[in-house]
């Protein structure tokens, strides 16, 4: 495995967990042309396969070996309904696949000096802070893109659902209560890693999207790729999103993630991946020409944070700078998986020391689909054959994470009690509420209902449905329409609600509003 060469590259904790944790890692003696040419053919099958039984409406799939793009070709269509094909160049929304290609944006500014790994965000970006001090004045561009800055995973992303823009969340964060003692927990953290790479951009003085055209997307060739949502819209290439209703695939909702482009916001086509896959496996050597120098790009490799054992393979897994390193039955990998719940499923999949990288983009949630196929050709391209059929493995693990507590949220309301406590007048719930974090909140008569205004100016409007007493329901998620979430007010002295506590707004305890008018 060329263990000094390890020692070098990741330094004396990744290698202890080489040796602990995968004291029979696979060689790349164990590869030949010969047997990826096998196992490329059968993927191939898979791939066919699974979009044939509805698995997905439409994937592609990009394969490295070596330096050279060995496979590349699309599956299914873009659209489940609609005859138009996907294909190599077909563009998709790649979700959080956008956080290692964002580390690699910032390992270039880090290659060429602008700016390092350890530089302190106080000094990038002064305006932004953490709710305490100290970790605001010591946080660090590799402390947010390891997710350890003590953010909760889900801050900012509950403000983002309301309308906000970026600057505006990235402002607010400092009302959120830490989850973890800083640099002491993991927490996967959006907008964590979206303040990281922005203020990296900083010395530049270039937003952060022009920033990842000019260092990545334009040396690689990688013309149909961008950080911006007009960047996918453009393309008539493109894939929607879908997700299932009544069992069936459908296009239902569309997915502006331009707040958090760093961390989610890149479209990209298999194409363009592969370039980007073959620039990280030849260590920042692309076509010949040193793009990013060895030293800033490891760093993105080093195993900072322990995430625990792979729900399927079982293998160690660890966070290092917007990537997941694992130590599996095939070795060391770096790999990231990206999700949009209302249609997008994407992954790579690196093993460095073979040089052999696949990437997978699909258009459907949730679904195990990329993973499964990636495991199925690891184990055809180093064992020849398929341990276990990984997509169903997969299936069963997304059912399991959100399954429950989709069934919870809808159980929990699935009926008033009997007999239910009448609401009060209208009048007692109207008016206008507020707080730090989400701002303004106007609820207000429509006719013998109540609406809920939330956001910038309003922008997100939600009907209130009385349950129980001072208990009301909306329905806040379009993918899940039918799933319902609470309204709840506290009745003052004088008859009127005090303050309102919106549920789904309410994930790091920030969800309660004090009335400030009527």
Same mark, same amino acid.
């Given at each position: 495995m060329g263990l000094g060469r390890n020692f070098r590259r990741w330094g004396m904790r990744a290698f202890i967990a080489v040796m602990?944790?995968?004291?029979?890692?696979?060689?790349?003696?164990? !590869?030949?042309? &010969?047997? %990826?040419?096998?196992? !490329?053919?059968?993927?191939?099958?898979?791939a066919e396969g699974v979009v044939a039984d509805g698995g997905v409406p439409g994937l592609a799939i990009g394969?490295?070996? &070596?330096?050279?793009?060995?496979? !590349? *070709? /699309?599956? /299914?269509?873009?659209?489940? /309904? *609609?005859? &138009?094909?996907?294909?190599?160049?077909?563009?998709?929304? %790649?979700?959080?696949?956008?956080?290692?290609?964002?580390?690699? %944006?910032?390992?270039a500014l880090v290659s060429e000096g602008i700016v390092s790994w350890d530089a302190k965000i106080v000094d990038l970006d002064p305006a932004f802070r953490l709710s305490e001090p100290y970790p605001t004045s010591e946080l660090t561009v590799r402390d947010l893109f390891s997710h350890r800055s003590g953010l909760p995973g889900t801050a900012g992303d509950d403000l983002e659902s309301i309308g906000y823009d970026r600057a505006e969340i990235l402002h607010r964060l400092r009302f959120v209560p830490p989850l973890s003692s800083f640099r002491a927990g993991y927490s996967y953290s959006n907008f964590g890693l979206t303040e990281g790479a922005t203020a990296a951009a900083k010395p530049t003085g270039k937003p952060w999207e022009e920033i990842a055209e000019e260092k990545l997307y334009r040396p690689l060739g990688m013309t149909s790729t961008g950080s911006r949502y007009s960047d996918f819209i453009k393309h008539a290439n493109r894939a929607a999103l879908h997700v299932k209703v009544d069992g069936v695939w459908a296009a239902k909702v569309k997915r502006n993630p331009d707040a958090q482009a760093p961390a989610g916001g890149v479209s990209s086509t298999a194409r363009d991946l592969s370039q980007w896959v073959r620039l990280v496996l030849g260590n920042g050597v692309f076509a010949g020409e040193t793009l990013i120098k060895a030293d800033a790009l490891d760093q993105t490799h080093v195993p900072l944070m322990a995430r625990g054992k792979n729900p399927v393979s079982g293998g160690e897994s660890f966070y290092g700078l917007g990537w997941n390193i694992e130590f599996g039955r095939h070795g060391l990998s770096w790999g990231h998986a990206g999700a949009f719940s209302v249609g997008a499923r994407t992954l790579v999949t690196l093993f460095p020391e073979e040089k052999l990288g696949i990437v997978i983009v699909a258009n459907a949630f949730s679904t195990g689909v990329p993973e499964g196929l990636s495991e199925s050709f690891a184990d055809l391209a180093f064992d020849g054959t398929v341990e276990k059929d990984g997509i169903k493995a997969w299936d069963d693990t997304y059912a399991g994470l959100f399954g429950p507590a989709i069934a919870a949220a809808k159980a929990t309301y699935a009926a008033p009690p009997s007999p239910a406590r009448p609401a009060g007048l209208n009048s007692a719930y109207a008016g206008r509420y507020s707080n730090d974090f989400i701002g303004d909140a106007v609820v207000s008569s429509a006719g013998d209902a109540l609406v809920l205004k939330v956001g910038p100016a309003g922008a997100r409007s939600y009907s209130l449905k009385h349950f129980d007493g001072d208990l009301f329901l909306t329905f806040p998620d379009a993918e899940t329409p039918d799933v319902p979430s609470g309204v709840s007010f506290v009745i003052g002295p004088d008859g009127k609600a005090s303050a309102m506590t919106i549920e789904f707004l309410d994930g790091n305890h920030l969800g309660t509003l004090a009335r400030v008018g009527d």
């Open positions: 602990v944790l995968s004291p029979q890692a696979a060689s790349a003696d164990s !590869l030949t042309p &010969e047997r %990826i040419t096998a196992a !490329l053919s059968k993927l191939e099958l898979l394969v490295v070996y &070596e330096d050279k793009v060995v496979f !590349l *070709k /699309g599956f /299914g269509h873009r659209e489940a /309904g *609609k005859p &138009e094909a996907v294909d190599a160049d077909t563009v998709f929304q %790649i979700a959080s696949l956008s956080k290692p290609v964002s580390a690699t %944006i910032v390992a």
